[in-house]
């Protein structure tokens, strides 16, 4: 595989990778791959066998798959392919099997033979799983070996369903689904409780018999999976490193699950920067010291030359003079991410000699009061990204304006409406027909423990959780009409394609962003929600925002980013720092508590069992610890966010 990367390869890789700078462009790299090895192989009037992986990856794959066969003329005719994987037991009719995903994607598009089509079969009987999965590598080999596998990369570190613990000389068998793996399928099943334990999937020799293997990972979320699986050892508990076996093998990454390569995160540890075509500029410095202080467990101003020297920092050092010089910029860095004024400061409240409006910087950075547009993808993740910061915007005198992306509606369990409705039912306010009806709907409840899953049953969720947004918006003291929800179409999508944004998502963002036209628009960044979620709202943003690019006032804004329930930034990325009093850690705690329905049965807690509040608590107390440990003064808590410029946001959010 030929890529671009940005960096020389590094000693610490033990496979081959190649990083391109989006998801879209590796993709499309390895769909014109695949379509050499096709027409080769058609003119020499010889099948081409495939192994394919399902998931979220590969999607713009098959997507350009397709395209090449409509425009490019692409024939699938002499194509046979063998799925990884298929959960057991599941019908291939269920829009959540691999079978139904395969067709939905690509099969149904192509002119492929669907007698050459293979995916491991969810419905044999359990006395024949053995005898299935035996015939199904029986199959492999009959049809020549797997030329070129595909292969994604589960957060446990997973290829197919080999879930850790899987042996190097595992075959097709029968597995028991790994609790992560499940709870990243659990979105798609409408609850953990839903997602089946078992699936079939090819084993790890299976694998590693296909001629050439590509792995692809896209997004922050798999970066430190990625890193594990090509610079750590070859181990049975991270599958995807026993790849370092095969002598065709290459990883295709963007630049997201790349980040966390040692190439990426401390290049100095490579050797000089110029020689890896890298350069000392303010955000590797910052990176660098921040790492060395945590490396020393040394505040940031005591660190000496021989920190620097033995921790092969030399470079930086000979190119800053000492380390007095080197710890003097990068405390001020640091330092001037901390404001207590996350919308700028009150002219009429500074006093002569206070510091510049930092860490604002666009045009519109000396404008008081400012429009503000906190986007907040569920309806709670305003209050537990930034419900502090929130606060202090609206007590600033900001006009302050929440737009809820999504309705959240399947994160609502069937109890928690069940319950809604029975109050409405005994309340008397129903007229009688509908009173019935929630009657009957109570009485299904009863019997069957759950609600069907209709549109109406999802728009009540939905209303439910609008009502946990308008309280906790309360809390905060923003007015009830600079609300905005926005209940984006993708989110509702109930067929087994994931869901993709779609032209009514864009314009709904397009038609609030130019209603608002904000000065500051603060969005969550946070990349790891299980069900991507945050990343599609993310990108309505990013393309509404592109729709307006024309506008002088788009120009001139600012976008901050947040992290939610799932991850922080870290300390070398945080652009600015708010710090909280104990006081407005608890209003904050407040604001959470009104997401009732996300409270102890959270449908989707994720891998990490605590509740919303205790880890928004726990992350930026645990920042505040940070920040104190690098020499900064000691705050209880800290909320933080990092910084876009609209050109940097307008061309292609790194994310
Ligand atoms: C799918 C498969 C899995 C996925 C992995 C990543 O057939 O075998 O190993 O490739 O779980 O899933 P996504 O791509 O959804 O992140």
Redesign the pocket.
């Known amino acids: 595989m030929t890529g671009p990367s940005t960096a020389a390869p590094s000693r610490f890789e033990h496979v081959p990778l190649a990083v391109f700078p989006t998801s879209t462009e590796a993709a499309h790299a390895v769909a014109r791959d695949i379509a050499a090895l096709i027409r080769t192989r058609q003119a020499a009037k010889r099948t081409a066998v495939l192994g394919l992986?399902?998931?979220?990856?590969p999607l713009g794959l098959y997507a350009e798959l397709v395209r090449m066969h409509r425009e490019e003329g692409l024939s699938f005719a002499n194509v046979v392919t063998f799925n990884?994987?298929e959960y057991y037991p599941i019908q291939p009719s269920n829009p959540r099997s691999?079978r139904h995903f395969m067709q939905a994607h690509l099969f149904d598009h192509v002119d492929i033979v669907p007698a050459n089509t293979h995916v491991p079969d969810g419905t044999v009987a359990m006395s024949g799983v053995d005898a299935h999965c035996r015939e199904y590598e029986e199959r492999i080999q009959a049809a020549g070996g797997i030329d070129f596998q595909i292969?994604?990369?589960?957060r446990t570190g997973?290829?197919?369903?080999n879930e850790p613990g899987s042996q190097r000389r595992s075959r097709t068998r029968m597995v028991t689904l790994d609790s992560l793996t499940r709870r990243d399928a659990a979105g798609d099943f409408g609850g953990e409780e839903n997602t089946p334990r078992h699936a079939l999937t090819m084993g790890v020799r299976t694998i590693l018999e296909a001629r050439r293997v590509v792995l692809l990972a896209w997004g922050q979320h798999k970066a430190e999976i990625v890193r594990a699986a090509v610079e750590g050892p070859v181990t049975p508990q991270i599958t995807a490193s026993f790849l370092q076996e095969h002598d065709q093998v290459h990883f295709v990454v963007d630049a997201a699950a790349a980040g966390a390569l040692t190439r990426y995160r401390t290049p100095w540890l490579l050797g000089s920067l110029a020689d890896l075509g890298l350069e000392w500029d303010r955000g590797m410095k910052r990176r660098a010291i921040i790492w060395l202080s945590q490396l020393r467990k040394k505040a940031i101003l005591k660190l000496t030359d021989d920190d620097y020297n033995e921790a092969g920092l030399q470079d930086l050092l000979r190119i800053e003079g000492s380390a007095y010089e080197v710890n003097l910029a990068g405390f001020y860095q640091l330092q001037h991410t901390i404001t207590g004024w996350p919308g700028g400061r009150d002219p009429g409240r500074t006093k002569p000699g206070d510091a510049p409006a930092r860490p604002l910087r666009g045009p519109s950075a000396g404008v008081f009061p400012k429009r503000i547009l906190v986007l907040s993808p569920h309806p709670d993740d305003d209050v537990i990204g930034m419900g502090g910061t929130l606060c202090r915007l609206v007590e600033h005198g900001h006009e302050v304006h929440v737009a809820y992306q999504v309705s959240g509606a399947n994160a609502v369990s069937d109890d928690a409406l069940a319950r809604a409705l029975r109050f409405v039912g005994d309340s008397g306010l129903a007229q009688p027909a509908e009173a019935e009806r929630l009657a009957a709907l109570c009485a299904a409840h009863d019997a069957e423990g759950s609600l069907p899953e209709t549109a109406e049953v999802q728009h009540w969720k939905g209303l439910v959780r609008r009502q946990e947004a308008l309280a906790a918006a309360r809390v905060c003291g923003v007015s009830s009409e600079r609300l905005h929800f926005l209940d984006l179409p993708f989110y509702r999508a109930t067929t087994g394609k994931r869901r993709q944004l779609g032209d009514a998502d864009r314009a709904a963002m397009r038609e609030l962003l130019a209603a608002v036209q904000p000065h500051l628009i603060y969005a969550a960044g946070d990349l790891d929600d299980p069900h991507g979620t945050h990343r599609l709202c993310l990108h309505a943003l990013r393309d509404g925002l592109k729709l307006l690019s024309a506008e002088a006032w788009v120009r001139d804004a600012e976008l901050w980013l947040y992290r939610g329930a799932w991850s922080e930034w870290s300390a070398d990325a945080i652009d600015m720092a708010v710090p909280l009093s104990p006081q407005e850690v608890l209003r904050r705690r407040r604001a959470i508590f009104c997401h009732e329905t996300q409270k102890d049965m959270a449908l989707f807690l994720g891998d990490d069992r605590r509740e919303f509040w205790q880890r928004s608590e726990d992350r930026s107390r645990r920042l505040a610890e940070t920040y104190n440990a690098l020499g900064l003064a000691e705050y209880e808590a800290i909320e933080a966010f990092k910084r876009y410029a609209p050109d940097e946001f307008l061309s292609d959010l790194p994310l």
Not at 53 to 57: D, E, P, Q
Not at 151 to 154: A, C, D, T
Not at 158 to 161: A, C, D, K, L, R
């Open positions: 992986a399902t998931g979220s990856t990884l994987d691999y292969l994604g990369i589960g997973h290829i197919g369903f």
